[in-house]
């Protein structure tokens, strides 16, 4: 699943997902006060300018040219108030404690790579938000012989979290809309966490 593989899937058609923000994202950061946020594996953009549209200040992140490329014409309103940068940041973390909010939806982290950074870039008093697909909802290989228990989940985020992090939410919960066409899963694990110091 790298630079190639991601193209040539926002390739496939004029639009990849829906444009609109995850069910998960709005519930879980209404109550917070707009800062710095990193959307991992951003895609075209729906959450990234969703959270910009409503005064945060927001990276961007992912691997796809042509998914940025996408972002980036979708949100020329909000031009002032988001980067978009190609990164893998399962290889390249993110800087540390610069973001009041990072935000992984569905976001396919292999467990052989280190989740260390990404905990580490939240800023002190921040939040992780961390969402996954239900492994329940899922067949044991996706397409491509992809297997999807091959990806943290957020209790291996949870696990790593020290006396400086409370946890808020850690659940599993219905979806709040059906997901892309061709998507079986009709279930969230969600992990939300404040870092206290």
Do not use: K
């Not at 609109?20 to 209404?30: D, I, K, Y």
């Not at 290889?91 to 992984?104: E, G, I, N, Q, R």
């Not at 012989?145 to 599993?172: K, N, Y």
């Amino acid at each position: 699943m790298d630079a190639q593989f991601w193209d040539e899937r926002y390739r496939s058609s004029d639009r990849l997902f829906s444009g609109e923000p995850n069910g998960v994202l709005v519930t879980e950061t209404a109550d917070l006060t707009p800062g710095r946020a990193l959307d991992v594996g951003c895609g075209e953009g729906g959450d990234a300018l969703w959270l910009a549209r409503r005064g945060w200040r927001v990276t961007g992140a992912d691997i796809s040219a042509t998914a940025l490329e996408r972002a980036v014409a979708a949100g020329a309103d909000v031009a002032d108030r988001t980067e978009w940068t190609r990164a893998d940041l399962t290889l390249t973390p993110p800087p540390a404690d610069a973001f009041d909010l990072v935000s992984v939806h569905y976001f396919p982290f292999p467990r052989t790579a280190s989740l260390d950074g990404l905990v580490r870039a939240v800023a002190p008093g921040g939040t992780l938000l961390f969402v996954s697909h239900d492994l329940a909802d899922l067949p044991p290989v996706l397409d491509g012989g992809i297997d999807p228990a091959s990806f943290h989940q957020p209790a291996d985020v949870a696990a790593l979290l020290g006396d400086d992090w409370t946890v808020l939410v850690q659940e599993r919960r219905p979806r709040t809309r059906p997901g892309p066409a061709g998507t079986p899963h009709t279930h969230d694990v969600v992990l939300r966490a404040r870092r206290l110091r």
